[in-house]
């Protein structure tokens, strides 16, 4: 039933496509959602550290270029998105790697996409954190980073955390909900867990622990905005 409704769904916003073609909300420039000029503009988060020294996010979410982007996505399947989205990420983690490399030995990262449950993925068709993750390492030409798919899952099925505003009660939520399948390929490597978006940090510090405890030496967060 789930592939059916994705298959539909599917269908539908192509439909949906050729009877209101797409043009940017930002500059309204035809043929894309938003552009990637439009998207470099938005305006940089400036609570980085607030919820965690380790959670990095790159745009502000109060944005409406940027909430409209990660909705879409998310929600409307335009994928393409996630490769402009790619570029920025990129550009910025090699500035943020530069400084972790030099003050902390923060070197040869994994890159992680936190995962989603096996019934949201196969509704939506595809994991919006791994978009953003392969898309990264599409700009990754030098091949300072490396991906691992599949390796952090997510082991049972949580009431969606956007539903939840108290970040202890989000906490709670994720109790145990993630996993290491394979212990070897993350001990003693650093890690960046990718994500599109941090609110109370609460995912990306329940994956964390999970992470450490399957061996890794340290972990990091880096979301879209915040």
Known sequence: MISYMHYVYTIFEILIG?????????????GISICPNCLSRSPLSTRNGTIDKD?????????????????????????EISHNLGRILYDYLIEEMAERTLFSHFTDPLLIAI????????????????????????????????????????????????????KQARL??????????????????NIILIDDVATTGATITE???????????????LTVAH
């Open 55 to 79: 959670i990095i996010s790159v745009f502000d979410y109060r944005h409406p270029i940027i909430r409209e982007a990660i909705w879409l996505l998310k929600y409307r399947r335009h994928r």
């Open 207 to 221: 994956a964390k622990r999970a992470l450490l405890a399957g061996g890794a030496k340290r972990v990091i967060g």
């Open 115 to 166: 995962p989603s449950a096996k019934a949201r993925r196969n509704f939506r068709g595809f994991n919006q954190a791994e978009l953003l993750m392969r898309a990264i390492k599409e700009h990754d030409t030098e091949n300072r980073f490396t991906i691992v798919p599949s390796v952090l899952t997510k082991k049972k099925n949580t009431p969606p955390q956007a539903k939840i505003k108290n």
């Open 18 to 30: 050729l009877v209101f073609p797409r043009c940017c909300v930002g500059c309204g420039k035809d």
């Open 172 to 189: 709670s939520n994720l109790r145990g909900a993630f996993s290491v399948s394979d212990t070897a390929k993350v001990e003693n490597r």
